[in-house]
T-cell receptor, first 113, second 112 residues
Framework: GAGVSQSPSNKVTEKGKDVELRCDPI?????LYWYRQSLGQGLEFLIYFQGNSAPDKSGLPSDRFSAERTGGSVSTLTIQRTQQEDSAVYLC???????????FGSGTRLTVV | SQQGEEDPQALSIQEGENATMNCSYK?????LQWYRQNSGRGLVHLIL?????REKHSGRLRVTLDTSKKSSSLLITASRAADTASYFC????????????FGKGTKLTVNP
């Protein structure tokens, strides 16, 4: 596709359940990023992929959060044993180089009840 | 940690007026970028200004960079209701890091 695609667009889950969020970056974009945005706040960096490897995963809040990327393309962000404080919009972005900036997906709004 | 902080946090103007948003940085600027976000979802890249540039234009947007004050400004001229959005500045953390760090943003409201 022409843009970054994220699914699902909305997810409501019960506290304690696991969730998987998916990101399809723009074809050819080797760099992929996950961010989290709580209501009315700025973006919180979670993890960065270059190809299939994650040189920087320093933003993952706890060991309940993990992410992988396969084939240098699709990435999944998994949150285990979800907590209410995990409720936020999770944004994925990809880029081919720094100069052109990042292209963001529309995000997944996660609500933990 | 945050690299940049936007000012003001919120700005309300009338259509046709100019809007100015500022971004201040604690450390040196690398490749400072401005993004727009509508309705709390995906961000759109607006403009990038390098550390050796002082001013850049794109349509009704004008970005300036003052490295001595560690600040950047985004000016939107002749604003329209459709410019209503949150605007964020972002820069790479430095030291070759690919981590793009965002400020908390300025919420702009343009009243028709």
């Amino acid at each position: 596709g022409a843009g970054v695609s994220q699914s699902p667009s909305n997810k409501v889950t019960e506290k304690g359940k696991d969730v998987e969020l998916r990101c399809d970056p723009i074809s050819g974009h080797t760099a992929l990023y996950w961010y989290r945005q709580s209501l009315g706040q700025g973006l919180e960096f979670l993890i960065y992929f270059q190809g299939n490897s994650a040189p920087d995963k320093s933003g993952l809040p706890s060991d309940r959060f993990s992410a992988e990327r396969t084939g240098g393309s699709v990435s999944t962000l998994t949150i285990q044993r979800t907590q209410q404080e995990d409720s936020a919009v999770y944004l994925c972005a990809s880029s081919v180089n720094r100069v052109d900036g990042y292209t963001f997906g529309s995000g997944t709004r996660l609500t933990v009840v | 940690s945050q690299q940049g902080e936007e000012d003001p946090q919120a700005l309300s103007i009338q259509e046709g007026e100019n809007a100015t948003m500022n971004c201040s940085y604690k450390t040196s600027i690398n490749n400072l970028q401005w993004y727009r976000q509508n309705s709390g979802r995906g961000l759109v890249h607006l403009i990038l200004i390098r550390s050796n540039e002082r001013e850049k234009h794109s349509g009704r947007l004008r970005v300036t960079l003052d490295t001595s004050k560690k600040s950047s400004s985004l000016l939107i001229t002749a604003s329209r209701a459709a410019d209503t959005a949150s605007y964020f500045c972002a820069d790479f953390q430095g030291g070759g890091s690919e981590k793009l760090v965002f400020g908390k943003g300025t919420k702009l409201t343009v009243n028709p």
